[in-house]
């Protein structure tokens, strides 16, 4: 698929996507302000059953926000002419992989190096030659 076709199907599907978070987000933002007005009756399960409900719409609007951040950012890389090439290493993103995941922006060598790269430095900062150097030290 050309890049202009594969922008042209993007589009629309991106719009979408980002209406449909902005009116949960908008859901979500109501239902936070909403347990803050509520009275404090009940016992303190109660109390605990509100703290996590508020936990959980918090989280749910931090992860939508995160993704309408995203979107917004590929509709602008359309906008520059930029849209599904790597940020990386410039090279065209697979198409398959543009439609599974619209707003991705590496390719999947590029995410695969990422991944192995973080992988590879966890290892690092968790080494058990680092902890038994720690006990030994006591």
Do not use: F
Not at 55 to 70: F, G, K, N, P, V
Not at 94 to 114: F, H, W
């Amino acid at each position: 698929m050309k890049r202009d076709e594969l922008v042209a199907k993007m589009r629309p599907i991106l719009l979408g996507r980002r209406e449909a978070l902005r009116r949960r987000l908008s859901g979500e933002l109501t239902n936070l302000n909403a347990n803050w007005d509520r009275d404090d009756v009940g016992d303190d399960s109660d109390s605990a059953m509100g703290n996590q409900d508020d936990e959980i719409h918090s989280l749910l609007a931090q992860t939508d926000s995160q993704e309408i951040h995203r979107i917004n950012a590929a509709l602008e890389s359309m906008d520059r002419g930029e849209y599904g090439l790597c940020e990386e290493c410039h090279q065209p993103i697979a198409s398959a992989r543009l439609m599974a995941l619209p707003y991705i922006t590496t390719c999947i060598n590029c995410q695969r190096n990422a991944e192995a790269n973080r992988s590879r430095s966890a290892d690092v900062d968790h080494s058990p030659a680092e902890d038994s150097d720690e006990s030994n030290a006591d």
